[in-house]
């Protein structure tokens, strides 16, 4: 059986620990690939820079994608997710703590599939990411392009 990865995109290490912690704690933790800023998540996506040779066609299965990143933001991030034909489909859920209508209305309007703020208290934060790890790793069901890396 393929290995179930989920591209966290996340610049804090605080809240990159923090989300580890919470799905390791839901026994989520399957294949997490923390990327540190914007560039490096596209990097990841489509096989290049420090990434080049990485099999483009094996997807994550849901990226957790924060807005205020270096180097490239979130929402361009997004935007070019959205308008590439092998990444198009692919799950995106905006892990953020920006509170910005701005930012909400952006995300979907870019094709964000869930747009969550992060919670400040630790104990919220871990159930939000084992509710997501659990809907997006086991209940949710992929595009077809998405599946075991076709």
Do not use: C, H
């Not at 919470?22 to 996506?45: M, Q, T």
């Not at 820079?49 to 990485?54: I, N, P």
């Not at 870019?110 to 934060?125: D, E």
């Amino acid at each position: 059986m393929d290995e179930k990865i989920i591209l966290l995109v996340e610049d804090n290490p605080n809240d990159v620990a923090l989300t580890q912690r919470a799905l390791k704690k839901s026994n989520v933790i399957n294949g997490l690939v923390v990327v540190g800023d914007g560039a490096e998540a596209l990097d990841y996506l489509f096989g290049t820079g420090a990434y080049a040779g990485r099999n483009v066609n094996k997807l994550p299965q849901v990226v957790l994608l924060d807005l205020k990143l270096p180097k490239i933001d979130g929402l361009e991030v997004l935007r070019r997710i959205r308008a590439n034909e092998l990444t198009k489909l692919l799950p995106v859920v905006i892990l953020t703590s920006s509170r910005e209508e701005r930012d909400l209305i952006d995300s979907y309007s870019l094709g964000a599939n869930s747009y969550i703020r992060k919670p400040v208290n630790f104990t919220q934060f871990a159930e939000a990411v084992r509710q997501l790890g659990l809907y997006w790793l086991l209940l949710n069901e992929p595009p077809p392009s998405t599946k075991k890396g076709k």
